[in-house]
């Protein structure tokens, strides 16, 4: 079983930056999938970022050139660096991980992933 803990979430104005940590317990973590994905009031879940266990990334046009996606895996650590925050950034942002393997890419495109975290808000204004 894998548990997926979210932190840093909070308030900002627009243009800030916040830094997304999502600590996963677990074996073979290096071996997972992760991603980032949000939900806004009254929207439906949209993926944000994902990365591979090679450390290739994918990201969602709306957050093109502004988040970036990593991971640390000697520290069981993903994150997600957010910069040039806007308004409708605002959003419950939840880890995801995912062990079964095949294409990580395909995953975060089908936010097929069978772990989540409880998520962190992030608020922009």
């Known amino acids: 079983h894998v548990q997926l803990v979210e932190s840093g979430g909070g308030s900002v104005q627009a243009g800030g930056s916040l830094r997304l940590s999502c600590a996963a317990s677990g074996h073979a973590y290096s071996s997972y999938c992760m991603g980032w994905f949000r939900q806004a009031p009254g929207k439906e879940r949209e993926g944000a970022a994902g990365i591979d266990s090679d450390g290739s990334t994918s990201y969602a046009d709306s957050v093109k050139g502004r988040f970036t996606i990593s991971r640390d895996d000697a520290k069981n650590t993903v994150y997600l660096q957010m910069n040039s925050l806007k308004p409708e950034d605002t959003a419950m942002y939840y880890c995801?991980?995912?062990?079964?393997?095949?294409?990580?890419?395909?995953?975060?495109?089908?936010?097929?992933?069978?772990?989540w975290g409880q998520g962190t808000q992030v608020t922009v204004s």
């Open positions: 995801a991980a995912d062990l079964r393997g095949g294409s990580c890419y395909t995953r975060f495109v089908t936010a097929e992933y069978n772990y």
